[in-house]
């Protein structure tokens, strides 16, 4: 099984509001990344977890706050978002946090900031 | 640093080539090449390391110029599921960061 499940597909919230993502893999993989994807461009990188500990902050904003219960488990916390930050997150893993290995991704949350 | 992706799109009609490159200011030391389909995830295609190990899929091929800090990736014999944008991700320092290119779109028409 290679697959990465985000939840919501689709969110819609308004700049007091407080949600939150979530992304699971049962690979066995140690390494979980964040990225945000506008449109027509590229993923960015915003976090990376290596063994469940937050090694890579791409100087991300406090209002994105991300968790790491367990191996499989990602979360991605939003609080007091702007309208700029309407994108696509992507989660993706991959078997240990080094760039010779692939990142599998997971479909991506749309979200929406009112 | 942003790998530089070219060309930035290509339309193509089933069954002819492309090839898309990926190129660096900086020494690499691994390359990554994903497919995204409108609306969908990144798919894995292949990376290629320093040294010269490759991984990925059998009808994808691909190649890395460690000297020239490029790498291309060669679609033959396109079928219309080719159809996508091309990212290719670089790794500079031995690190678990990729930075991805702007994308090249394919577009493979009948």
């Known amino acids: 099984d290679t697959e990465v499940t985000q939840t919501p597909k689709h969110l819609v919230m308004g700049m007091t509001n407080k949600k939150s993502l979530k992304c699971e893999q049962h690979?066995?993989?140690?390494?979980m990344y964040w990225y945000k994807q506008k449109a027509k461009k590229p993923p960015e990188l915003m976090f990376v977890?290596?063994?469940?500990?937050?090694?890579i902050n791409e100087s991300v904003p406090s209002r994105f706050s991300p968790e790491c219960p367990n191996s499989s488990l990602l979360n991605l916390h939003l609080h007091a978002l702007q309208p700029e930050d309407s994108a696509l997150y992507l989660c993706?893993?991959?078997?240990?946090?080094?760039?010779?290995?692939?990142?599998?991704f997971g479909p991506g949350t749309r979200l929406t900031v009112t | 640093q942003q790998p530089v992706q070219s060309p930035q799109a290509v339309i193509l009609r089933e069954g002819e080539d492309a090839v898309i490159n990926c190129s660096s200011s900086k020494a690499l030391y691994s390359v990554h090449w994903y497919r995204q389909k409108h609306g969908e995830a990144p798919v894995f295609l292949m990376i290629l390391l320093k040294g010269g190990e490759q991984k990925g899929h059998d009808k994808i091929s691909a190649s890395f110029n460690e000297k020239k800090q490029q790498s291309s990736l060669y679609l033959t014999a396109s079928q219309l599921s080719y159809s996508g944008t091309y990212f290719c991700?670089?790794?500079?320092?031995?690190?678990?960061?990729?930075?991805f290119g702007k994308g090249t779109k394919l577009t493979v028409n009948p």
């Open positions: 690979m066995g993989h140690r390494a």
């Open positions: 991700g670089t790794e500079q320092g031995g690190s678990e960061k990729l930075v």
């Open positions: 993706a893993s991959s078997q240990v946090p080094a760039a010779t290995y692939e990142q599998y």
């Open positions: 977890y290596s063994y469940e500990k937050l090694s």
